[in-house]
């Protein structure tokens, strides 16, 4: 016979697992800013995304610079395109931002995600000075909200469904050796 007490600490254990687990992929998906290098034109492109950790339906600033690989200076007047790809739920989309004008090499943009998972943003950017075409990819990847106070809420709803299990199992076993005393 099980001891009610090892499913009490199994579930504990199981619990803590689960915020390690969701502290780790939380960090994980931290923002760092992304470098697309074009030495064929001489073309650093920097991406990066606020907030840091990005969440399903919540806006998303997208962020690029575009500078000279050589001389580091900001690329100007520059013409951007930019497609945000997504098959998180196994059907592709596309998302299109076009005509984007950078007049100092510097664009942001507005992203809405309705979806968990990796995205691939894609940008061509057209310069005419040097005249040029340069295309960078990077990946976004959008977590479910971890705020403090969702893991909390997460955790105590598996704790009372633990203890919800852990009692039905005290009382199926207290019911079993009882029966087996009388019977």
Known sequence: MKNP??????????????????????????NETQVWIDR??????????????????????????????LTGSHLKNLLAMVVIISNSSGHEKILRFTNIMAPDGKFTLEGLFPELGV??????????????????????????????????????????????????VVIIVKKKAKKKILG
């Open 5 to 30: 007490n090892s499913v009490a600490i199994k579930g504990a254990f199981f619990f803590i697992f689960f915020l390690m687990l969701v502290v780790m992929i939380n960090n994980a998906a931290g």
């Open 40 to 69: 064929e034109n001489n073309v650093k492109i920097f991406f990066t995304y606020s907030p840091e950790n990005p969440v399903i339906n919540t806006t998303t600033l997208l962020k690029f610079t575009a500078v000279n690989l």
């Open 119 to 168: 995205y691939h943003v894609v940008t061509r950017i057209n310069s005419t000075n040097p005249s040029s075409i340069t295309l960078a990819s990077f990946r976004l990847i959008v977590t479910m909200e971890t705020s403090f106070l969702n893991i909390v809420i997460t955790g105590i709803v598996i704790l009372v469904i633990f203890g919800g299990v852990a009692y039905l």
